[in-house]
Nanobody
Framework: VQLQASGGGLVQTGGSLRLSCATS????????VGWFRQAPGKEREFLTG????????WTSDSVKGRFTISRDNAKSTVYLQLNNLAPEDTAIYYC?????????????????????WGQGTLVTVSS
């Protein structure tokens, strides 16, 4: 499966964005999809993930209540809604996919379980 992340951009503090991760070339329902980000000089950070077929999400405490993951099976797309953004949210945001059978909910945060990664989309939050 191929992943195409989009929707990043420049937003002011307190603003919102919705990122999209469009998948192609595979059976969408076979996968779990996760969102990660990497800020300059920092390690990659897990944000949230979803199991497309069995359902269920897992979200990092660091963004819980501000970031929400969802999916549209008809469009084979996973979304990440970013609310109440702050300058520290500035980063490249990546989506990744792995075969859903490998995941229990709490393992959605494990980057090593994901096999395919999108190219990333840049989110910049100005103060």
């Amino acid at each position: 499966v191929q992943l195409q992340a989009s929707g990043g951009g420049l937003v002011q503090t307190g603003g919102s964005l919705r990122l999209s991760c469009a998948t192609s070339g595979g059976t969408f329902s076979r996968y779990a999809v996760g969102w990660f980000r990497q800020a300059p000089g920092k390690e990659r950070e897990f944000l949230t993930g979803i199991r497309v077929s069995r359902g269920g999400t897992w979200t990092s405490d660091s963004v819980k209540g501000r970031f929400t993951i969802s999916r549209d099976n008809a469009k084979s797309t996973v979304y990440l809604q970013l609310n109440n953004l702050a300058p520290e949210d500035t980063a490249i945001y990546y989506c990744a996919a792995g075969e859903e059978r490998k995941f229990i909910l709490s393992s959605l945060g494990l980057a090593r379980l994901y096999d395919m990664w999108g190219q990333g989309t840049l989110v910049t939050v100005s103060s």
